[in-house]
C-alpha cells in the first residue's frame, strides 16, 4: 500500500474504527467540554452579580459569556491539538496503529477530523446547550424586569461590540472587526496546528512541552521584532526610515494577514504529518 494514499471508503472505515475503540476516551472529552462550559455558564452571574440591577438595553451576560467562551474555545483547542497523536505515545499504541490497514495520510486525518475538527462542533454545541440553561436558570435570582435572552452568535462573533456603537462608528467599526477577526481565526488556526507538532514530537506531554516551546518562540519573536523596529526606526523618533508599505490598506493587510497566517498553518501541519510518518518507522521504536 502506498502510505500517501488516499481511499474515501477505507478512510471512512478506519474513522468508524477509531471511534469504536477510542469512544469512551472520545465521550469523556466530549462531557468535559459541555460540562465545563455549562458550570461556568451557570456560576458566573451569581459570582458577578451581573443580574442584580435590571438591564432594558442587552442582557447583562452577553459580554461576559463572550470573552469567557473565546477564552475557553482557545483553551480548548490547544488541549485537543495537544492530544491528537497521544496513542503514539507508547509502543503498543505505535504497533496497533501501524497494523491498521489505512495510508498514513487516511490515519492522519482521522485523527485531525476528532481532534481538530469535531472540537469546533462540540465547543458550539456547548455554548448554546450552556447559554440556554442560563436563560432558562436566571429567572430564578434574577432582579425583576432583567432583560434575559440566549446570547446571538452575531454578538459572540463580533466580540461583544454593540450595535448602536457599530452604527455610531461605522466603517470605522467594520474594520476594527475584521481585524480582530484576523487576530482571533489567524491565532486559532496556528495555535491549533502548532500544538498538533507537538503532539507529533512529544506524543505523551505534548500539551505541556509545546506551551513551554511556544512561549520560547514568542519571547524570540518579540526580540526579533524589537531589533527590527530598532533599525527601521530613525534614531530618538518613531518615525520610519522607509515608507514602502505606507500606502497599503486595512483591506489589503487583512489579506495578506490571511494568506501569512494560512501559509503557515499549511506549513506547520506538513511538518506534523511527515513527523507522524517517522514515528510509525520500525527504527524509532
Known amino acids: 500500500m502506498n502510505h500517501d494514499t488516499f481511499s474515501p471508503q477505507r478512510f471512512g472505515l478506519y474513522v468508524r474504527q477509531y471511534a469504536g475503540e477510542n469512544w469512551k476516551k472520545l465521550t469523556q472529552m466530549a462531557a468535559t467540554i459541555i460540562g ?35 477564552a475557553v474555545l482557545d483553551l480548548f483547542i490547544i488541549v485537543a491539538a495537544g492530544t491528537m497523536f497521544v496513542s503514539m505515545g507508547s509502543k503498543a499504541g505505535r504497533i496497533s496503529i501501524l497494523s491498521t490497514p489505512a495510508s498514513n495520510l ?23 446547550i450552556a447559554d440556554y ?13 432583567t432583560k434575559i435572552e440566549p446570547l446571538p452568535l452575531s454578538y459572540f462573533f463580533s466580540f461583544g461590540y454593540k450595535n448602536d456603537y457599530m452604527a455610531i462608528a461605522g466603517n470605522h467599526g ?12 489567524s491565532s486559532l488556526l ?14 505523551k506531554n505534548g500539551r505541556l512541552r509545546g506551551a513551554l516551546s511556544g512561549i520560547c518562540i514568542f519571547i524570540g519573536i518579540c526580540i526579533l521584532m524589537s531589533i527590527s523596529f530598532k533599525i527601521m526606526m530613525s534614531s530618538g523618533s518613531f518615525n520610519p526610515i ?15 494577514g490571511y494568506i501569512v497566517s494560512i501559509a503557515i498553518t499549511i506549513g506547520t501541519y506538513l511538518l506534523a504529518y511527515l513527523r507522524f510518518k517517522e514515528m510509525e518507522s520500525i527504527e524509532r521504536w
Open 174 to 185: 467594520d474594520k476594527i472587526i475584521k481585524l480582530m477577526h484576523l487576530f482571533a481565526f
Open 36 to 70: 465545563i462550559m455549562i458550570i461556568m455558564a451557570a456560576i458566573m452571574p451569581v459570582i458577578n452579580d451581573s443580574y442584580r440591577f435590571p438591564s432594558l438595553e442587552h442582557d447583562a451576560m452577553w459580554d461576559k459569556e463572550t470573552s469567557m467562551f473565546w
Open 106 to 128: 487516511e490515519k492522519f486525518l482521522t485523527c485531525f477530523l476528532f481532534y481538530g475538527v469535531a472540537v469546533y462542533i462540540l465547543f458550539f454545541a456547548g455554548m448554546i
Open 133 to 145: 440553561l442560563r436563560v432558562w436558570t436566571a429567572p430564578l435570582y434574577a432582579s425583576e424586569g
Open 190 to 203: 496556528i495555535l491549533q496546528s502548532f500544538f498538533a507538532l507537538a503532539s507529533t514530537i512529544w506524543p
Open 242 to 256: 522607509k515608507y514602502d508599505f505606507k500606502n497599503i490598506d486595512d483591506d489589503m493587510f487583512i489579506t495578506v
